[in-house]
């Protein structure tokens, strides 16, 4: 099984910074691209950065300059850095990893059960 959790999601001022995490764990041989999407309601799930574990890291428009997406390899975490907030960058964060499992062929994504940001004006 893996399992893949955010943290670090709250309340912030227009202007404020928060730091989300996200870690995979469980029967890991490795992790390909990792990503963090978010979602207000009626609304798709919209593609915020992605993180490869070589190559060019992706941003969506709406968030270049302002948030960094980062990976540990060794904790197989991945951050959100997210500065210079905004009021519309209030959503539920979620994460994804792209799994190589232990014992099993293939590569599997697992999503994250997800977490609130709300930026106040």
């Known amino acids: 099984q893996v399992q893949v959790a955010e943290s670090g999601g709250g309340l912030v001022q227009a202007g404020g910074s928060l730091r989300l995490s996200c870690k995979a764990s469980?029967?890991?041989?490795?992790?390909?691209?990792m990503g963090w999407y978010r979602q207000v309601p009626g609304k798709q799930r919209e593609l915020v950065a992605t993180?490869?574990?070589?190559?060019?890291?992706y941003y969506a428009d709406s968030v270049k300059g302002r948030f960094t997406i980062s990976r540990a390899n060794a904790d197989n975490t991945m951050y959100l850095q997210m500065n210079s907030l905004k009021p519309e960058d209030t959503a539920v964060y979620y994460c994804?990893?792209?799994?190589?499992?232990?014992?099993?062929?293939?590569?599997?994504?697992?999503w994250g059960q997800g977490t609130q940001v709300t930026v106040s004006s």
């Open positions: 469980g029967s890991i041989s490795s992790i390909n691209a």
């Open positions: 993180i490869p574990s070589g190559g060019n890291i």
């Open positions: 994804n990893a792209d799994v190589e499992r232990k014992y099993y062929s293939g590569v599997y994504r697992y």
